[in-house]
């Protein structure tokens, strides 16, 4: 509801739907995934929808626990600043029409982003607090190089862009790239020591890898490159 809200799953696979609605006062599209809500998934393999009209920020006092996949959608900007209020999730999936800015802090392994404009996304997890573990990013549509953070990082998906995105990752670690539709742009990553680009889906075309400390480069195209 656009009030506050307490709710706890079942030990099945629920689905926990914040759509649009009405406030106390008759204003409509109000999103309800509001203030001081709080959603305890339980047992099972728990998923959260929330939804959005403009700009969106997830609210930091929001807390939201064992629920695995979380699902954001909206039609401008959207920040999900998750740092301290999410815990027990697995994947944070991303649609926008806008600016997509997304910190973790080493609560989410996987996270994806469609219909962008820019794309940031921070795992901002510490060697000294708890490591960073968000190992796959997959990014598609977006419209201006893409910004990825984790030391965790392993697999990187791009796809029907003609941009690419920088990857951030502290020390020698192997990068699985994978390239569906790409018009251009280039994917930077300066402490991979192996690259392994896949193409799938469709032809790719004037996309320029920068991975200077790599020694080893493998190819495997299902599809033109």
Do not use: R
């Amino acid at each position: 509801t656009a009030g506050v809200d307490t709710l706890t799953g079942t030990a099945n696979d629920d689905t926990f739907t914040a759509g649009l609605s009405a406030d106390a006062n008759g204003a409509a599209n109000v999103e309800t995934l509001s203030a001081f809500d709080s959603i305890e998934g339980g047992a099972g393999t728990d998923t959260l929808k929330a939804f959005a009209v403009g700009a969106f920020s997830v609210p930091s006092s929001a807390t939201i626990s064992n629920v695995e996949n979380i699902v954001l959608q909206g039609d401008n900007a959207i920040t999900a600043d998750i740092q301290n209020n999410v815990s027990g999730a697995k994947s944070l999936s991303v649609k926008a029409g806008g600016a997509v800015d997304i910190d973790t802090k080493a609560n989410v392994a996987s996270v994806s982003v469609l219909d962008a404009t820019t794309v940031n996304i921070d795992d901002n997890g510490s060697a000294t607090t708890t490591a960073d573990t968000l190992a796959s990013v997959s990014i598609k549509s977006h419209t201006t190089a893409a910004t990825v953070n984790s030391d965790a990082l392993t697999s990187l998906s791009l796809a029907d862009a003609a941009v690419g995105a920088t990857a951030t990752v502290t020390g020698a670690h192997k990068l699985d790239l994978s390239l569906s539709k790409m018009t251009g742009g280039t994917v930077t990553d300066n402490t991979a020591s192996t690259v392994n680009v896949a193409t799938t889906g469709a032809t790719s075309t004037g996309v320029t890898l920068a991975a200077g400390e790599a020694t080893a480069v493998t190819v495997n195209a299902d599809e033109k490159l």
